[in-house]
T-cell receptor, first 109, second 112 residues
Framework: QEKVQQSPESLIVPEGAMVSLNCSFS?????SIWWYQQHPGKGPKALI?????GNKKEGRLTVYLNRASLHVSLHIKDSQPSDSAVYLC?????????FGAGTKLSVKP | NAGVIQTPRHKVTGKGQEATLWCEPI?????VFWYRQTIVQGLEFLTY????????DSGMPKERFSAQMPNQSHSTLKIQSTQPQDSAVYLC??????????FGSGTRLLVI
C-alpha cells in the first residue's frame, strides 16, 4: 500500500514568492502522482498530475517527478493570497489514491 | 454538472446512534471512493466501488462501518453505534477512468 510523506508541514511566504512543496512516496510502481488543493470547508481539488519521470508545467505550476528517488515536488510561481490552502500529494497504483498529510500554505499580501 | 454531491453537510449524532452518509457521484463516473479526514490522521482511504461493485475496502474499520452502492447514482456509508472517535469529515470522490478524481465538499460528522 502506498505511503506518502509531505514536507514541510506548513509554509508562510510573501505574495509573489516562489513556493516549493515536497512529497516522497513508497511505491515505485505508482502509476501517477497527483497534487490537490484544499480550501477550508471544501473537498480537495485536483491541480496537476504527472506520470513520467521529468517535469510538467501548467500555468504557474510546475511539477517534478524523480522515480529513482521516489520524490515529487510542486512549485508555484508568483504566489498569490488566493493560493493559501492545504496542498495534498497523492500516489495511485491503479487503485484508490493514497494521500499525504498535506502542507498548509499561507501567502501574505 | 453539479459535481459530487454529499448529504448532509453536517450531522450531529449521540454516542451509540447510527449515522448514514450519502454520496451522489458525477453522472457517467464509474468509480466512487470514500475517505475520512481528521487533523490527526489526515485523509484516510476507506473503500471504493467500480461499476457499483466493491473493489477495495481495506481502509474500513471492520466492525461498525459499511458501504453500499445500490445503483450508479448514489452510494452510502453507514456507521453503526457511533463513537466520539468517528467524528471527522467524510469525503466522497468519483472518477471516470481512474485518472481524474472529483471530490464532494464532505459531510462533517460530530459524535457527542
Amino acid at each position: 500500500q502506498e505511503k506518502v510523506q509531505q514536507s514541510p508541514e506548513s509554509l508562510i511566504v510573501p505574495e509573489g514568492a516562489m513556493v516549493s512543496l515536497n512529497c516522497s512516496f513508497s511505491d515505485s510502481a505508482s502509476q501517477s502522482i497527483w497534487w490537490y488543493q484544499q480550501h477550508p470547508g471544501k473537498g480537495p481539488k485536483a491541480l496537476i498530475s504527472i506520470f513520467s519521470n521529468g517535469n510538467k508545467k501548467e500555468g504557474r505550476l510546475t511539477v517534478y517527478l524523480n522515480r529513482a528517488s521516489l520524490h515529487v515536488s510542486l512549485h508555484i510561481k508568483d504566489s498569490q493570497p488566493s493560493d493559501s490552502a492545504v496542498y495534498l500529494c497523492a500516489g495511485n497504483n491503479n487503485n484508490a489514491p493514497r494521500f499525504g498529510a498535506g502542507t498548509k500554505l499561507s501567502v501574505k499580501p | 454538472n453539479a459535481g459530487v454531491i454529499q448529504t448532509p453537510r453536517h450531522k450531529v449524532t449521540g454516542k451509540g446512534q447510527e449515522a448514514t452518509l450519502w454520496c451522489e457521484p458525477i453522472s457517467g463516473h464509474s468509480a466512487v471512493f470514500w475517505y475520512r479526514q481528521t487533523i490527526v490522521q489526515g485523509l484516510e482511504f476507506l473503500t471504493y466501488f467500480r461499476n457499483q461493485a466493491p473493489i477495495d475496502d481495506s481502509g474500513m474499520p471492520k466492525e461498525r462501518f459499511s458501504a453500499q452502492m445500490p445503483n450508479q447514482s448514489h452510494s452510502t456509508l453507514k456507521i453503526q453505534s457511533t463513537q466520539p472517535q468517528d467524528s471527522a469529515v467524510y469525503l466522497c470522490a468519483s472518477s471516470r477512468d481512474n485518472s481524474d478524481y472529483t471530490f464532494g465538499s464532505g459531510t462533517r460528522l460530530l459524535v457527542i
